[in-house]
């Protein structure tokens, strides 16, 4: 069966510092890849998606970037934190083959900025 | 861009109580997707739903997929503690990789 892990679960960074967290998928090939911020407990904003390796596409500017080294890794940066980069961040997948297929998610990563 | 009105906002309801809950738009969408969400969690699939019209159950959930293609709904009958949580709903546009989502219905429930 497929899982999705991000890490860290929760991470505290001060302002101006940078970032990484990682989401890898197993279980599958070639999946499609996103990366989703969610204020407050309500709403998912979509940040970045992924349909394969090296291919990112971005939905609102912002202060972060995503990469994709590996077809199962997803990995959401930033230069220079801000405090408004702070919430809840998701990581999903959905499987390559089938354009409605649903996403699955992980269990995020709590950021907090200071 | 595409909006989709999720309603209500929250629900305080007592232990046993049917729950509904609902998502409209004014585009058409070709899937549609419901999620619960536990604190400090991930969402998770509940119900996905195809084609115009079909009715799905999962448990004590039942959704349908509107006829119009353009909402959805949500029923969860005799609630239980363990059905607190946030219900998104989500749909996606025909032929969209993306899923556009709703802002979430917060249910509480009083024993």
């Known amino acids: 069966s497929q899982t999705i892990h991000q890490w860290p679960a929760t991470l505290v960074q001060p302002v101006g510092s940078p970032l990484s967290l990682e989401c890898t998928v197993e279980g599958t090939s070639n999946p499609n890849l996103y990366w989703y911020r969610q204020a407050a407990g309500r709403g998912l904003q979509l940040l970045f998606y992924?349909?394969?390796?090296?291919?990112i596409s971005s939905e609102v500017p912002q202060n972060l970037s995503a990469s994709r080294p590996q077809d199962r890794q997803f990995i959401l940066s930033s230069k220079k934190l801000l405090l408004s980069d702070s919430g809840f961040y998701l990581c999903?997948?959905?499987?390559?083959?089938?354009?409605?297929?649903?996403?699955?998610f992980g269990d995020g990563t709590r950021l907090s900025i200071l | 861009g595409q909006q989709l009105n999720q309603s209500p906002q929250s629900m305080f309801i007592q232990e046993g109580e049917d729950v509904s809950m609902n998502c409209t738009s004014s585009?058409?969408?070709?899937?549609w997707l419901w999620y619960k969400q536990d604190p400090g969690e991930g969402p998770v699939l509940l119900i996905a739903?195809?084609?115009?019209?079909e009715l799905t159950s999962n448990g004590r959930l039942t959704a349908q997929f509107g006829i119009t293609r353009k909402d959805s709904f949500l029923n969860i009958s005799a609630s239980i503690p363990s059905d607190v949580g946030i219900y998104f709903c989500?749909?996606?546009?025909?032929?969209?990789?993306?899923?556009?989502f709703g802002q979430g219905t917060r249910l509480t429930i009083n024993p």
């Open positions: 992924s349909v394969g390796i090296g291919q």
């Open positions: 739903l195809y084609k115009a019209g």
């Open positions: 999903a997948w959905s499987p390559g083959t089938g354009i409605n297929q649903p996403q699955h």
């Open positions: 989500a749909g996606r546009i025909q032929g969209a990789q993306k899923l556009v």
């Open positions: 585009s058409i969408f070709n899937t």
